[in-house]
């Protein structure tokens, strides 16, 4: 036997003998609830590991939430003994389910783990993958507030040893229900939500937010009112039969004696548990083991730019109304890149749905008035601002077309023509809604008029401020929308022109109060035609100021919107 002159190293690391082979049953339910509350808990440490701004963020969000979940602990403690606690504490209950169900709808990427698509290449089961997600989802400031506020409304209802038991089981379904209900529908719709069109769906957060806050100000209204609490009582009649608010309502049962009740709203809240774990399994398991649909190919899919021509290479569909040439075209363009791009959309829907609902919410408050319906023309007026900084670094494209204040003109005008193809169908619209609500018919055609002569202002002031006050808009942030270092530029742009604008409406509204004055009421309905023509002659004046001032500042503009 001969031996090598070059003896082989020892190994760097002791060889491990491989025993049984590494399969899904080697992780236990126990050990993988185990691991995915540690990566929680992991992922809500990384959040004190960022930058000091992104820190101090995080650690006063923290603070912030937790000194309100401790304030409104507070407040339901104290409304114990109430005769209509009941009644808040169901709504809250059902308020809080459905924050919890739209939440990741619009704030997909506020928690990592929602995402189940970076878990289907684990070897566990779905069965056992969503117990071990349900635990780790209670782990965070989120459903700690959500407890906070259970445990309230519990403490204000509970009455007895009895309703005490009652309280401790409605407190744990509740919250199950919640976090539940959350994952349920974040897995049922997470390709939606990782897609453009999911982005785009987070965008419209804005939208209700915006929505939310003018109905908690009709509640607070309501509840300020002589009648207080007690125009809760038909919607909690109602919800109490609604899961998870029929396990806040059974404390309340149970406390009157009534554990028939309670016994049945408890076992329709876990039915309802049981009902979500099983969609949240269904669509983890169809999630885990079928094709992104975003994979596959998209034979025999029309061209949709395409499609929208004839045969003969014209337009066809609504395109065929717009004008011909390039006032048309960019109408078109511009109406394209509205409904397509997410921020423009956003900024389309946030206006159009405010200006709908302001009118509603004055009429609902009992200070309603059909001017209120200028809101409409004022809020769609203003995304006139900044046409140039919308296009982002793509502007250079038009630009190189503009070469002659011509140009800019057709160019300025298919804008105006695009946005006025919006605004004056729906102003008129909410002056319609405004003056039927209300029952203000007779100020129907000044309000009108005075709308459209607003609406005009502000193209014209929107059209030079694009040209004298661009900046940029940032496309890698949804939620941005002025570049660092140009904050300046941007409300020189907006409240200047709006105030601009105003004054530029004084002679349309001077006449109107003149009339009222005068008491020549019944030739108040002159006002509409003359501010329609006034606001088509300011935005005319307004376009023919702009065009060459646009096409003389093509560099520094281009400059400006390129910034971010």
Known sequence: MTTSPHPRPAPLLDPVPVTAPVTATMLTPAASTAVFVRLKLALLRNGLRQSAGRKAAYIASVVATLLVAALQLLGLIALRGNEHAAALVTLLAAILALGWAVMPLFFPSGDETLDPTRLVMLPLRADSLIVSLLVASLVGIGPLFTFALVVGSVIAVAHGVGAAVVGVLAALLTVLVCVALARAVATANIRLLTSRKGRDLALL??????VGAQFVNIAVTKLSGPEGLSVLQPAADVLRWVPPAASIDAVRAASEGSYGIAALQLALTAAALVLLLWWWQRSLTKLMTSPDSSTLAAAGKPDKARAALRSDGRASGLARLLPAGRT????????????????????????????????????????????????????????????????????????????????????????????????????????????????????????????????????ATGALASALVPYSIPQDSGYKNVAPGQAGLAWISILGGMLTGAVL???????????????????????????????????HLGLRLAAPRTAARLPEILTAVSKG
């Not at 070469?403 to 023509?417: I, M, N, Q, T």
């Not at 108040?524 to 300011?538: E, F, Q, R, S, T």
Request: net charge positive; with cysteine; hydrophobic share 55%.
């Open 205 to 210: 957060s804005g939208l209700i937010i915006a």
């Open 505 to 539: 409406c004084t002679p349309l509204l001077g006449l109107t109060i003149w009339m009222h004055i005068a008491g020549a009421h019944d030739w108040l309905w002159l006002v509409l035609p003359l501010g329609a023509a006034y606001g088509l002659g300011i935005t």
């Open 328 to 459: 048309g075209t960019v109408s078109e363009r511009t109406l394209r890149y509205a409904w397509r791009d997410p921020k423009a959309k956003a900024a389309y829907a946030t206006s159009l749905a405010i200006g709908l609902l302001l009118p509603i919410v004055s009429a609902v408050q009992g200070g309603g008035s059909v001017y209120t319906g200028c809101w409409a023309a004022g809020l769609l007026g203003i995304q006139m601002y900044n046409q140039f900084g919308q296009d982002g670094s793509a502007f250079w494209m038009v630009a190189s077309t503009i070469s002659s204040p011509r140009d800019a003109y057709l160019e300025l005008r298919g804008r105006v023509l695009a946005l006025a193809l919006v605004a004056v169908p729906y102003v008129l619209l909410v002056m319609i809604g405004s003056a039927a609500l209300l029952h203000q018919w007779k100020a129907f055609p000044e309000a009108l008029g005075l709308s459209l002569g607003l609406l005009g202002a502000l193209l």
